[in-house]
């Protein structure tokens, strides 16, 4: 097998940067297919914690070769902070990152733009991270965006951007009664002199995608977000503005579907999520604050507290479906080492009548009541543990339940933040 996809089951923050870190080591390309520096990818090696926003988690091995394929969105100011943080932790970067010149630049309007809908609002905003993510994806949607490829060309770079700053002038000052802080010229003497400093490493990754697979090299696809997040299959309008589930592979990398070989998911042994929506197994209590004090559950990317629940194997049942996943990887298990007992979601009721279906809309999600299977805890540390064996009885048993209720297998299991404190019960490469 020569390609492999990561993706988050749930709302995001499951840990994928850990996983896509282990499974970097067999790789020879990692690849971001979607997103922008709306995710945060925590690696924690020797007890040095990195935090990744646009660059894959695989950066961190010095031989592997990243990619930020052309369904992203670029925010190049913070793009050249993060290839700057990488050789100020002692890693190259030369010969090792490959741009696509086909995604789309996050620009200054876009962030203001961001800002100024999410305040319009009110009580009913969505909770985005104010990078511009959605902005961005509106006007490559709209065909008005402008890709990293336009800055090669000064004079097409110049006339796009002169009329998106007019069009986007006239909207925040009377669409949304927003001061505009921005210029033509400051922004585009700031994208120029950013863009030189990247120029580099900017590539058309579509042919490169497609020649290293041909040839048999190892790709391994990061997901960024989770598959509940998804614009089209996630809890709209919740959700980020992009395909963050594996339906986004191919079109955010220039592949076929067909060279997409194996799929895993990565689930918390809990549930998380950032920002508005619906929530049904959220705990506002004790629980939750315990489950987020141990979790240590702050955004990486805005540092906001993350709304905590118990897991929620409905939800995660669905991403499986969607993804068509051929395992799923459980992590932060030893956040899980304090209950005495666990309450795991297994279906929703609503309006008195058990669903079979993970529901279209948040209005009907937000209504639904979760059904619960109560398990026994186990009361004792599991960071240390190498071994599935070695586990106590009540964790193998939980394990074993998401293994049966999911009708797949837990290959990996995370116990800790640092590399080594993993359980790995099968290779998956």
Not at 404 to 426: F, K, W
Request: hydrophobic letters at 35%; one cysteine or more.
């Amino acid at each position: 097998m020569s390609t492999l996809a990561i993706v988050g089951t749930q709302w995001g923050d499951e840990g994928k940067g850990k996983i896509v870190d282990i499974l970097s080591e067999k790789a020879d390309y990692i690849v971001r297919f979607q997103g922008g520096n709306n995710a945060g990818h925590t690696v924690v090696i020797d007890g040095n914690k990195y935090i990744l926003h646009l660059l894959p988690s695989g950066i961190l091995h010095e031989d592997k070769k990243c990619v930020l394929g052309n369904g992203m969105v670029i925010d190049l100011e913070g793009l050249l902070n993060e290839i700057e943080f990488i050789k100020r932790v002692g890693k190259s970067v030369e010969g090792r990152i490959f741009v696509s010149e086909r995604a789309h630049l996050i620009l200054p309007y876009h962030k203001e733009l961001d800002a100024a809908s999410e305040k319009l609002r009110g009580n009913g905003s969505i909770g985005t991270t104010l990078k511009g993510i959605g902005p961005a994806y509106r006007d490559k949607a709209g065909r008005v965006g402008i890709r990293i490829a336009d800055l090669k060309d000064e004079e097409t770079f110049r006339e796009k951007l002169r009329w998106n700053i007019r069009e986007k002038e006239l909207t925040l000052k009377h669409v949304y009664n927003y001061e505009v802080s921005f210029s033509f010229d400051e922004v585009y003497s700031h994208i120029m002199r950013v863009y030189e400093k990247v120029a580099n490493f900017v590539c058309d990754t579509v042919t490169l995608l497609n020649r290293a697979i041909d040839r048999g090299d190892n790709v391994l696809f990061e997901g960024a977000q989770a598959t509940l997040l998804d614009i089209d299959v996630g809890t709209y309008p919740f959700v980020t503005s992009s395909n963050s589930s594996a339906l986004g592979i191919p079109a955010g990398a220039g592949i076929s579907p067909r060279k997409v070989e194996k799929i895993y998911g990565i689930m918390k042994a809990y549930t998380t999520r950032v920002g508005g929506g619906p929530f049904p197994t959220e705990l506002k209590d004790t629980m939750g604050e315990l489950l987020r004090a141990r979790g240590h559950e702050y955004g990486s990317t805005t540092g906001r507290p993350r709304r905590c629940g118990w897991l929620d194997l409905f939800a995660v049942k669905f991403s499986k479906m969607v993804n068509d996943l051929d395992g799923v990887i459980v992590t932060k298990l030893d956040v899980l080492d304090a209950f005495d007992e666990i309450r795991v979601c297994v279906g929703y009721e609503l309006d008195g009548e058990v669903l079979d279906h993970f529901p279209s809309t948040a209005k009907e999600l937000s209504r639904v009541k979760p059904i619960y299977e109560t398990l026994p805890g186990w009361k004792t540390k599991t960071t240390h543990i190498k071994r599935f064996e070695d586990l106590p009885k009540e964790a193998q048993n939980f394990i074993k339940f998401i293994e049966d209720y999911l009708e797949t297998t837990v290959p990996i299991i995370s116990t800790g933040p640092q590399r080594d404190e993993t359980i790995v019960a099968c290779e998956i490469w």
